[in-house]
């Protein structure tokens, strides 16, 4: 029985997706980029940690990076699939909770007539770093 139980762990690990790697620009072609001494005072915005640790783990459920569309996605789908696509606002909830809501930014996935509303809004735990809800339009 162990030994079953043993195999069917085994045969199941090989099913798990990991992620790949970020993508990233080759050195060659990266080379003519030059970081500034210092970001710009007038653009800079500045993201409090708390705050990006839940704009990332919302995302990262959101719009998981590695999934594959099916080849005959339109082109609406594969623009509403794209973290980009999305603006970001968040708020304060009451204690440890933070409100992060994605939608979709102005001009992105143009179409014909409007792009329904396919953002969300989550609740996120900022002290067990975990998604306490999930309200869809």
């Not at 762990?9 to 090989?14: K, S, V």
């Not at 970001?88 to 909770?97: D, K, L, N, Q």
């Given at each position: 029985?162990?030994?079953?139980?043993?195999?069917?762990?085994?045969?199941?690990?090989?099913?798990?997706?990991r992620p790949g790697p970020l993508p990233?620009?080759?050195?060659?072609?990266?080379?003519?980029?030059?970081?500034?001494?210092?970001l710009p005072a007038d653009t800079r915005?500045?993201?409090?940690?708390?705050?990006?640790?839940?704009?990332?783990?919302?995302?990262?459920?959101?719009?998981?990076?590695?999934?594959?569309?099916?080849?005959?996605?339109?082109?609406?789908?594969?623009?509403?699939?794209?973290?980009?696509?999305?603006?970001?606002?968040?708020?304060?909830?009451?204690?440890?909770?933070?409100?992060?809501?994605?939608?979709?930014?102005?001009?992105?996935?143009?179409?014909?007539?409007?792009?329904?509303?396919?953002?969300?809004?989550?609740?996120?735990?900022?002290?067990?770093?975990?998604?306490?809800?999930?309200?869809?339009?």
């Open positions: 029985m162990k030994l079953k139980v043993l195999l069917s762990c085994i045969m199941l690990a090989g099913c798990a997706t990233r620009v080759p050195p060659a072609e990266a080379a003519w980029f030059k970081f500034p001494d210092a915005r500045e993201v409090p940690a708390a705050t990006a640790a839940a704009i990332q783990l919302a995302m990262d459920d959101f719009r998981p990076r590695h999934v594959r569309l099916p080849e005959d996605a339109s082109a609406v789908e594969v623009c509403l699939n794209q973290r980009q696509s999305y603006d970001v606002r968040t708020a304060p909830s009451t204690e440890g909770i933070l409100l992060v809501r994605f939608s979709v930014s102005p001009g992105a996935c143009m179409q014909e007539g409007a792009v329904n509303d396919m953002g969300a809004t989550y609740a996120v735990d900022t002290q067990a770093w975990r998604i306490l809800a999930v309200q869809l339009p």
